[in-house]
C-alpha cells in the first residue's frame, strides 16, 4: 500500500501567511489611502455647502429687495400734495398764505429718511392721500459681523380726516397716527459705517455705507438744473441716520415780479423731480446685494392737488 505524498513546505508555509493578515507596511499604506480620501471629501463638501450657504444668502437678500423696490417705486411715482396752495394761513404743513404744500413736507427730506404722501388710496377705505414714511433705524453691529447694519422700513398712514375736495378749500388732510408696514429691509449697510473704530455717516474709502436717498430738483421757474441738491445731511440725534437735508428745511412763496408772475421758487421741497433710492444689504455668507433705482415725476404737472384724492 503506497503511502500519501507529504505536503511540501512551501505549501505550509503559504498557508500560515495567509492566515496572519496585513503586514505594517500595507495597513500604513491602506490608512495613508483613506486619510487623502477623507481629506479629500471633506474638502469637497466643505466647499460644497459654503456655496450653497452663499446662494441661498444671496436669494434671501435679492427676495428682500426685488418686491421691495417695487412698492417704493410705485408709492415714489404716485406722489402727490396733501392740498392746493392755500390763499389764506392755516396750520399745518402749509402755513403761510400762498406757501405750496408740497409732496415732500420740509424739514422731512433726508438721506436716510424722508416722508412724502401718495396718491394711492387706502387699505382703510379713507379718502385723500397716504403720509408714507420711509427711514432707517440706528444701525448696530452685532460680534463677528465685518459692517454696522440696520432695518429700513417703508409705513403707509392712511388720511383721516379733513382733506379738501376743491381747489379753493382751506382745509388740510390729517392722517392717521397707526399705519400699515409695506417694506421690511433687514441688514442695510447704508447710514452709519466704522471708519477707523468710529461710527459715522462718512463712507471709509472703499468700504460700505452712503446714503439711500438723493433727490434731483428743478425750479419750474429757472432753467438751472440742479442735480443732488440739498446741502450735507445731518446726523441727529446721538449719530442716528436721520440725514436731514437743511437746504429742505423751509418753504415759502414763490418771488414774483412786478406783473405778479413767479421768478423763482422758494419751497425746494415742491422743486424734488426725481429720487435715487440706493439700498445695500449684507446677508451672512453672501456678497453685498445692492439694488439701485431712480424714480422721476411722471410730469412736471403729475404731483399737484387734485380734487379726485380728497
Not at 78 to 87: D, F, H, I, N
Not at 161 to 188: D, I
Not at 280 to 299: D, H, T
Amino acid at each position: 500500500m503506497t503511502a500519501a505524498p507529504r505536503p511540501s513546505r512551501w505549501s505550509d508555509e503559504h498557508r500560515r501567511r495567509g492566515d496572519d493578515g496585513l503586514t505594517l507596511v500595507e495597513l500604513m499604506v491602506a490608512f495613508t489611502a483613506l486619510l487623502v480620501l477623507f481629506g479629500l471629501m471633506g474638502s469637497v463638501l466643505s466647499t460644497y455647502l459654503s456655496a450653497g450657504t452663499t446662494v441661498t444668502s444671496s436669494y434671501t437678500a435679492t427676495d428682500q429687495l426685488l418686491p421691495s423696490s417695487i412698492i417704493i417705486q410705485r408709492l415714489l411715482r404716485s406722489q402727490v400734495e396733501p392740498a392746493p396752495t392755500l390763499t389764506t394761513t392755516v396750520a399745518g404743513a402749509c402755513g403761510a398764505t400762498n406757501v405750496p404744500c408740497p409732496a415732500f413736507p420740509p424739514a422731512t427730506v433726508g438721506s436716510y429718511s424722508t416722508t412724502f404722501y401718495a396718491n394711492v388710496g387706502s387699505a382703510q377705505g379713507a379718502n385723500g392721500p397716504a403720509k408714507i414714511v420711509m427711514g432707517l433705524s440706528t444701525p448696530t453691529q452685532c460680534a463677528g459681523c465685518k459692517f454696522p447694519t440696520a432695518q429700513f422700513t417703508v409705513t403707509e398712514f392712511p388720511a383721516a380726516s379733513g382733506c379738501p375736495t376743491t381747489l379753493t378749500a382751506t382745509t388740510q388732510c390729517t392722517f392717521s397716527a397707526s399705519g400699515t408696514r409695506l417694506v421690511t429691509v433687514n441688514n442695510v449697510t447704508n447710514g452709519l459705517t466704522l471708519c477707523s473704530g468710529t461710527l459715522t455717516l462718512s463712507p471709509c474709502p472703499g468700504g460700505v455705507g452712503g446714503p439711500i436717498f438723493t433727490y434731483n430738483t428743478l425750479d419750474p421757474y429757472s432753467a438751472t438744473y440742479t442735480p443732488n441738491a440739498g446741502g450735507t445731511p445731518s446726523a441727529t440725534p446721538a449719530g442716528a441716520p436721520s440725514g436731514i437735508l437743511p437746504n429742505f428745511a423751509t418753504c415759502a412763496a414763490p418771488t414774483t415780479n412786478g406783473n405778479g408772475d413767479p421768478t423763482s421758487s422758494n419751497c425746494p421741497a415742491d422743486t424734488i423731480q426725481s429720487v435715487q433710492v440706493d439700498l445695500q444689504v449684507q446677508v451672512q455668507g453672501a456678497p453685498m446685494q445692492e439694488n439701485s433705482f431712480s424714480v422721476y415725476r411722471l410730469s412736471s404737472s403729475s404731483y399737484l392737488y387734485s380734487t379726485l384724492v380728497g
